[in-house]
């Protein structure tokens, strides 16, 4: 009998199969031994948040019908304006490969699903396939795969029981118990996510740390909020954006049952961190990092640079999405405000992180005892995308910037489109550096004007649907935001603290 890792997925043990190759008959198997009683479909609609559709079964003819034909839902409520009422059916149907045990509910099985139209073919405007359609695209043009990895901060809003042990303001990075005092509700949140997902890469305290909120709303004032992060492994987009989509539901969903609010909120207070939704990305061929060449960027990785660059003003539409995100995006917070990119350099749009280019078996230099070389052929490097924040529409997001991939890697002028963009140094401490840099989007309604601009990188070859980019062209014109930053400066210091107080706390429930 094979030996299972303590954080390994249920099933693929249960079934000694790789998720990918789960079966009918396998689920079929799992309910008949596990004792499984109904199953829970899972899917994002157009606000980004996970919805469910409970189905309990008492025959096995039963189980096998919705798991073979899936479901009807209601499309016109879970895309409330882009669908019409008088065709509003759509269908989920599960994908096996992401069947899971639900860690809340004993006896459910559950699936994330795909939308399918009433021809049964997957349907044209629901965020899961455009970026499937995206991802698609990609492959045919480049003969590569895009994948992906994104960094999920949060902060847990809490009572606090003790003063004991606290943590200075902005001094929370890394941090350990017991000067952070969630540790052991993110462990529970990292063993769900992992056991479902098979895809974290690490977790720890991030940088903010509020000791009280101040409020107008009562589930948070007077609170404490310490902020974390859990970041991923790669895989390709689609997984990508679906495991997020659990993920959040996960952390929420465990935070609630300790009593506390988890948020995704761009900022919850001046001085403090915001939530930023950071994508790391690499080319991929055959299984193949394509991010490194003769010890440093590849042409291809340089290519990738050059077409993010050129979408970055538009991407913003998708990743920055409500009046607070640019409360976050202000100079010397290691969050960007202009289109450049670096290495190692936390105040850049687009960041080339360490990725182990000069070598592998570190452990080495420090264990004199070890002897034995860890053997591993696969290259880590990744480029990472720093604007997006808590309120992006992830999947969305994530077509996009797969669209600015293979415009980099199919168009030309990319790498010397990179070239331009490269900068060294802080570049908030070099004045004429800063200033001949080209500015990312402002506010919403900078992005829902540029997004509108330049609406024809994604509807060409009938990726985004025009409804779509119209959606959120609209979503970024209600947020109002265009005179916010002089509004608020205008204000007497008092009245300009609360005042942004409001604005920043109405988006804490953002996606």
Known sequence: MKKRLALSNPLVNFLDKRHDEFTRHDLIKVIEELEIKRFTFHYTALDGKLKELKLPFTTRLQAERILAEGERVDGSSLFKGLVDTSLSDLYVVPVYSTAFLNPFEEHSLDFVCRYLDRNHDLAAHTTDNILSRAADLFYEDTGMKLHALGELEFFLVYEPSSSLYPVPPQAGYHASSPFVKTSLVVNEMVEHISRITGMVKYAHSEVG?????????????????????????????????DMIAVARWIIRTVALR??????????????????????HMEIVKDGKNMMIENGKLSATANKLIGGLSRYAPSLSAFGNTVASSFLRLVPNHEAPTKICWSDMNRSALIRVPLGWIKGRNLAMKVNPCERTPFEDSKDRQTVEFRSPDGSALVHMLLAGLTLAARSGLTEPGMEELATKYYVEGNIFQDPEKYTYLSALPANCSQCAALLEKERGLYEKDGIFPTSMIDYVVRKLRSERDEDLARYLSELPADERVEKTLRAMHKDIYAN
């Open 209 to 241: 740390h509020i000791h009280k909120l101040h409020s107008n709303l009562p589930e948070i004032n007077g609170r404490r909020a310490e902020q974390h992060e859990i970041e991923f492994l790669p895989a390709p987009v689609e997984k990508m954006a």
């Open 258 to 279: 300790h009593g506390m609010l988890a948020t995704f909120a761009p900022k919850l207070n001046e001085g403090a961190a915001g939530n930023g939704f950071h994508f």
